[in-house]
Every structure is written in structure tokens, then in C-alpha cells.
């Protein structure tokens, strides 16, 4: 597929907002992998091919494992994440999703159990975010498998 035009170059001030909240979502404090996982996990529920091959790449530069990321879209059925990956992959599939169903009281219950608020809030961000990076990137048809991933020292903000 062609991309159909270049939203950076289209919008340079809201793609700067995007790039704004990302930066707050990677300076939060919140493990990168945790972080790499759930922006996976959204971007197979939205079908965004550039930012799978995106944060898998980034997933498997911060140290993840081949067979968490193959597993990922079978997360409940295996023993391969911790009960903290477990409910933030829950966490993200529920805000993801909110058209097919809100997010339960006992989903909330549980998630507070693994993040205080301001890391419940800096993960909810990190889905918006993603949420948003993958409407951009299918809308305007990104092409995927472009990406390399920096180097950690050099690593910055899409």
C-alpha cells in the first residue's frame, strides 16, 4: 500500500502534541517493556501493521523475549507474564475496546492492586497514546517495516 500523505509534515504542531504525551508516557517511570508489550497488544487489536513491526522491534532491542512477543495475542493462556504484565495487558485490552464493552469495576479493582494512581494514569496514557499513533498510521496507510529502532542512547520519541 502507498501511504496516502505524511502527518508530520501535514500537522507538525499536533504531531508534536502526540510527541509531547509520548515523551510524558516514556519519562513516567514505567518499565519499558511493560510499556513496549502493551503498545504491541493494542496495535494487534487495531490492526496496525507499522506500529507492530514498530514496538516489537523496540520490544526485542529493550531485551523481550521471541516467545512473549509471538504469545502475546494469547497472553491468557500462557505463563509467560507476571500478574503486574497480566492485568496492564488486561488494562490495555479493556480501554482499547471500550466500544464493545466499559471497563469493569472488578477490572479496576484488580489493576489497583499493581499500580498506584499516577503509574494507573501513566499507563492509561500510554494506550491513549498508542491508540492515537495507530489511527494516524492506518489511517494515512504508514508503511511498515521501515522502522529500525535507535540505538538505547539515541533512543527518542516517534
Known amino acids: ?10 500537522s507538525p504542531e499536533g504531531f508534536e502534541a502526540m510527541r509531547t504525551l509520548e515523551r510524558h508516557v516514556r519519562q513516567s517511570g ?3 517493556r511493560l ?8 496495535s494487534q487489536l487495531n490492526g496496525c501493521a507499522y506500529c507492530l513491526d514498530m514496538h516489537t522491534k ?5 531485551g523481550e523475549t521471541e516467545q512473549r512477543l509471538y504469545a502475546l495475542s494469547a497472553w491468557q493462556e ?12 488486561a488494562w490495555t485490552e479493556a480501554v482499547t475496546r471500550l ?16 499500580f498506584d494512581e499516577r503509574s494507573l494514569v501513566d499507563l492509561t496514557l500510554a494506550i491513549i497514546a498508542i491508540n492515537g499513533w495507530n489511527r494516524l498510521a ?3 496507510r504508514k508503511e511498515p517495516g521501515t522502522y529500525q529502532p535507535p540505538s538505547a542512547a539515541t533512543r527518542s520519541v516517534p
Open 138 to 140: 492506518i489511517a494515512f
Open 30 to 32: 514505567l518499565d519499558h
Open 58 to 62: 523496540d520490544a526485542r532491542a529493550a
Open 99 to 114: 466500544d464493545e464493552h466499559h471497563v469493569s469495576d472488578e477490572l479496576y479493582a484488580e489493576v489497583r492492586q499493581h
Open 35 to 42: 510499556l513496549e508489550l502493551v503498545k504491541t497488544r493494542a
Open 78 to 89: 500462557t505463563s509467560f507474564f507476571d500478574a503486574r504484565e497480566r492485568v496492564a495487558l
Open 1 to 10: 500500500m502507498k501511504e496516502r500523505l505524511n502527518y508530520a509534515e501535514a
